[in-house]
């Protein structure tokens, strides 16, 4: 068997999360749990903020979107993040639809008035599913990505660093680690690549390549951890609208 993760964009009506983030796009919402209880499904959220302001006014706010939850709970907040806990009538969920179909749901974020869903699918059901997804009234679905799973790592809530020290050699390590440590990385520069390159006794060009390999390397893995996490940072359509 051979599994798909796939990346949607979702829509539905009557929804708590997608009415407020739709109204606050300067917050994020994380699931952090969903569950269902007789006739009410409660979830867990992590809140994120990209500054102060949009906290606030969202915490304001909050209350105003009582028509579409039972009850919305505010369990902590610290900095720009905060947690949330909210009950719902199961009937104005999009639990038993979504629950009904043949996928396994990874992550979901809402941002901009949308969720973003990441799902694991069996590869010969692929097209079925997304079929019956799309099939399903009063919904909009976009399928923004979809790509092999290269192991269950991938969706293990590791520690970032260690995902990529795995990626870089020794020799790559040590030269980040000076260069940092002598303020090459600082603004303006405390160091140059040459006096990198001296400290080491090696050749400017290999102390830089070093260095630019390494760097290669850490962008990429923190850009694609941040891609999984906020799938809604690719959706070029909604992002572009706040940006800045």
Request: proline fraction near 2%.
């Amino acid at each position: 068997m051979s599994l798909k993760k796939v990346t949607l964009r979702l829509w539905h009506p009557e929804c708590w999360s997608i009415e407020s983030t739709k109204d606050h796009p300067g917050v994020c919402l994380v699931t952090k749990g969903v569950f269902k209880l007789e006739k009410e499904v409660r979830a867990n959220f992590h809140l994120i903020a990209e500054s102060y302001d949009a906290l606030k006014e969202y915490m304001d706010d909050i209350r105003n979107y009582d028509r579409y939850a039972k009850e919305v709970y505010i369990i902590g907040k610290s900095d720009l993040e905060a947690d949330i806990h909210a009950r719902f009538p199961s009937h104005a969920t999009f639990y038993d639809k979504v629950f009904s179909l043949e996928f396994m749901p990874m992550r979901v974020s809402i941002s901009g008035g949308y969720e973003y869903w990441t799902i694991l699918i069996d590869e010969e059901k692929l097209s079925d599913t997304l079929n019956r997804l799309l099939e399903i009234d009063g919904i909009d679905v976009e399928v923004l990505s979809i790509a092999n799973l290269k192991s269950f790592e991938d969706e293990e809530e590791e520690d970032v660093v260690s995902k990529i020290s795995r990626k870089l050699s020794m020799k790559q390590k040590r030269v980040l680690v000076e260069a940092y440590r002598r303020g090459y990385f600082e603004w303006p520069r405390k160091t140059s690549v040459d006096e990198l390159a001296r400290s080491f006794g090696i050749a400017k060009s290999t102390c830089l390549h070093h260095l630019r390999i390494a760097e290669s390397k850490i962008m990429k893995k923190i850009i694609e951890e941040l891609k999984d996490k906020e799938p809604h940072l690719m959706d070029i359509k909604t992002s572009a609208k706040y940006l800045f």
